[in-house]
Nanobody, 124 residues
């Protein structure tokens, strides 16, 4: 069993900042990549930012220069620092992890896991 627990969402005014956190727990053997996706009402879920275990990052064009993704490998935690927030950033933000779990003995299974989502609302 793996759980991804997100925190840090909320209501913020345009131009403000928020920091999202996502902690992974359970029978984790190795985490290959973690990331943040978002889904606004009536729109498809989209990638916001991702980071590999080695620290390579990838950002959506719409957030480059405003958002920063980072991770603490020792804590199995990923962060998303969001600055200069805009109303169009309003969405439910989901944490994602590409990881392998210990099944039994040396048997590992690699899969994709999602958090429950946290609401970010940017409004005056």
């Amino acid at each position: 069993q793996v759980q991804l627990v997100e925190s840090g969402g909320g209501l913020v005014q345009p131009g403000g900042s928020l920091r999202l956190s996502c902690a992974a727990s359970g029978s984790i053997f190795s985490i290959y990549a973690m990331g943040w996706y978002r889904q606004a009402p009536g729109k498809q879920r989209e990638l916001v930012a991702a980071i590999t275990s080695g620290g390579s990052t990838n950002y959506a064009d719409s957030v480059k220069g405003r958002f920063t993704i980072s991770r603490d490998n020792a804590k199995n935690t990923v962060y998303l620092q969001m600055n200069s927030l805009k109303p169009e950033d309003t969405a439910v933000y989901y944490c994602n992890a590409d990881l392998s779990t210990v099944v039994v003995g040396t048997l590992r299974v690699r899969d994709d896991y999602w958090g429950q989502g946290t609401q970010v609302t940017v409004s005056s």
